[in-house]
């Protein structure tokens, strides 16, 4: 009996430590770009008001100095599939000829899913007060608090600070 007792306990605690007890941590690499400066890029910007704006892309080309990506990547054990953005910078003359954005938000992508969080909330109220004693929707209300944060800020990554202004600049007003 003790000769099956002991590789019974051992199995047992293995088999509960390798069940659920793994940490994932988040992993965040690459540039974080806000949203707020990815909509000041314009073409015809200097390659010094790029790098003011946007920061130095985390990986330089090598064999194309008129490019410049922002590559970001997220993963954590709360979302499916990781975040993967990236936004390319091509310079000609030493100013922006064009860029391409796939997946960063821009301001106005935030300000669109603001309205229509707002506009979803109002029909969501406006069918309840028709409805008097009607039953509930079978979806669920959008509560407002939780939902227009979630719908700000996509990404799990704290938005960053504001830039401090550049050194020799007068901090009082103009």
Do not use: H
């Not at 990236?86 to 391409?100: G, H, M, N, S």
């Amino acid at each position: 009996m003790k000769r099956l007792a002991l590789p019974t306990i051992l199995l047992a605690t293995g088999a509960l430590l390798a069940s659920g007890c793994v940490y994932k941590m988040n992993i965040q690499q690459g540039n974080y770009l806000v949203a707020d400066s990815v909509s000041q890029l314009k073409e015809g910007m200097t390659r010094s008001q790029v790098r003011f704006l946007l920061g130095t892309p985390m990986v330089p080309d090598a064999f194309d100095e008129n490019r410049w990506d922002y590559y970001y990547f997220f993963n954590s054990q709360k979302i499916k599939q990781p975040l993967k953005r990236r936004l390319t910078v091509y310079f000609a003359d030493d100013k922006v000829q064009r860029y391409e954005n796939l997946g960063v938000p821009t301001q106005s992508d935030l300000d669109q899913l603001e309205r229509d969080l707002r506009k979803a909330v109002a029909e969501t109220k406006k069918d309840k007060k028709a409805g008097g004693n009607a039953p509930a929707p079978a979806e669920p209300a959008i509560d407002v608090a939780s939902s227009s944060e979630a719908e700000k800020a996509p990404d799990p990554v704290p938005p960053s600070a504001p830039a401090p202004a550049p050194a020799g600049t007068p901090s009082g007003p103009p």
